[in-house]
Structure formats: structure tokens, C-alpha cells
């Protein structure tokens, strides 16, 4: 199993680069040439998410993918170190008719539709302590030419 890791600062201009480590390496490691543009916008869609959610509660922790090779499939994970709210929590100082809360949920729920349209294999964890995006693709066998 090979491991490629990337960690970056919470800023959308890494989100590019992050895109592009990614499809390489999921190239190497044998995803079909037809996904290679899903693989991107879907690694590029988690990052994305990942550096909202750490600029919107002031996390300094960078964002951290995982790149991850096994024999038959190839992973990515994509970790953020932003408190997630269990349901029916409000954070201090929220408006009392939860519009902030709202439009945060909203457009983090829209970003993970996306992801999963994209991926058929996704999990999504979170907690108090951060959350974590895992994808898996399939791999296709070497070939020997």
C-alpha cells in the first residue's frame, strides 16, 4: 500500500494544487483515464469544503488528503480539524432563528450532493473534533506490454 500525503494551509488558491496531486496520483495507480476528471472535481469540491470550514471557525490546522493506493483500489481522504455541529446544537452568539446556521448547513450539504454524484464509493464522518471525507475508486490490474 503506497501513501501519498499532502497537507495544506486553509486557503482556496491550494485547493488547485491539491486537484492536480490528486489525479496524478490516481492516475499512477491504475483509476480508469475516464474518472480522472471526477477524481478532481470531487477531491476539489472536498477541499474546498474542508477550507470553508476552517476559515469560518478560525482553524490555523491545515488541511490534510491522504492519497492512498491499495492493491485493488485507490483512495482519497480529506480531513478538516472544524468543530461539526450534532444536530440540534447552536453555537453562542448564532442569530436565534438559526439563519447562520442554515446557510452554513446548506451549502456544506450541497457540497457533499456533489461529491457523492461524483463518487459512488464516499463516507462521510464528523464530530466535535473535525471531519473526514473518504473516497475510493476502483483500480484497473497492471498490464505488461
Do not use: Y
Amino acid at each position: 500500500m503506497a501513501t501519498v500525503e499532502l497537507r495544506f494551509s486553509a486557503l482556496p488558491e491550494h485547493v488547485r494544487t491539491a486537484r492536480l496531486v490528486a489525479a496524478a496520483v490516481a492516475r499512477r495507480a491504475g483509476v480508469d483515464e475516464a474518472v480522472l476528471d471526477e477524481v478532481r472535481l470531487a477531491v476539489g469540491e472536498a477541499c474546498t469544503r474542508a477550507v470553508g470550514l476552517h476559515q469560518s471557525n478560525d482553524v490555523s490546522a491545515p488541511v490534510r488528503v491522504a492519497l492512498i493506493e491499495d492493491e485493488k483500489q485507490f483512495s482519497i481522504e480529506v480531513g478538516d480539524e472544524a468543530p461539526h455541529a450534532v444536530p440540534g446544537d447552536r453555537a453562542p452568539g448564532s442569530r436565534p432563528d438559526g439563519a447562520d446556521d442554515l446557510d452554513a448547513e446548506g451549502e456544506d450539504e450541497m457540497g457533499l450532493a456533489v461529491i457523492s454524484g461524483l463518487v459512488d464509493d464516499v463516507e462521510v464522518t464528523a464530530g466535535e473534533n473535525g471531519g473526514l471525507i473518504r473516497m475510493t475508486w476502483p483500480t484497473a490490474p497492471a498490464t505488461l506490454v
